[in-house]
């Protein structure tokens, strides 16, 4: 099953989708934050209380590569992981690469944002 996902510009939209999600019944293991800049990834994700894509997902393999590899790399690699094919992982990159936040929930057949 593909994730789905939505690309954000705000942080107070991301915020709100995330809190109708649960709301709605997406459990927490199945949302996740991805951005571009570490600090932002990180403030959001703290924020909103989002997962980020670490080695439980990825395995042992793919986060010690993931060390050697440049950020968008990286990001690509993870979104692989969870399921998204490669030519859609690049077309996601790239509106991260313009500073957007990206929610993606995974396991779900029926998701509103």
Known sequence: ???KY?????DD?????IDKLRNDGTPDDDIYLL????DHDRRARKETDANKIGVKV???GTAT???FRGKG???RSKMEEIGFDKSKAEQLKVELDKGKSLLVVTNQDKVEF
């Not at 939209?13 to 989708?17: A, K, V």
């Not at 951005?35 to 570490?38: K, L």
């Open 1 to 3: 099953m593909e994730p």
């Open 6 to 10: 939505k690309i954000f510009h705000d």
């Open 13 to 17: 939209q991301l915020s709100e989708s």
């Open 35 to 38: 951005a571009h800049d570490n």
């Open 58 to 60: 990825t395995g042992i």
């Open 65 to 67: 590569k993931n060390i």
């Open 73 to 75: 790399d990286t990001l």
